[in-house]
């Protein structure tokens, strides 16, 4: 999978196993250096989507904000 395919929760996962396998004694200084890179680059992807959906939620909210308030029977009040 690409870093661009990971939904947060799936490169949340992915970091997880890598620690796991990091730990393994049996896993050689290459390997680990592999994981080591994997991980840096999901920790970035995660970082991303968390300020996308940071920004996404900033502008939603700004945009609710700016519109004007409905009463009951559907006609716009001001508020």
Same mark, same amino acid.
């Given at each position: 999978m690409t870093d661009e395919q990971y939904?947060?929760?799936?490169? *949340?996962?992915?970091?997880?196993?890598?620690?796991?396998?990091?730990? *393994?004694? =049996?896993?050689? /200084?290459?390997?680990?250096? =592999? /994981?080591?890179?994997e991980g840096v680059r999901l920790a970035n992807v995660c970082t991303e989507l968390s300020d996308r959906a940071d920004w996404d939620l900033a502008a939603e909210t700004a945009d609710l904000e700016e519109q004007p308030l409905e009463s009951v029977d559907g006609s716009a009040s001001e508020g």
């Open positions: 939904t947060f929760e799936q490169a *949340r996962i992915r970091l997880e196993e890598i620690v796991g396998q990091a730990r *393994r004694k =049996d896993v050689s /200084l290459e390997a680990s250096l =592999d /994981l080591l890179e």
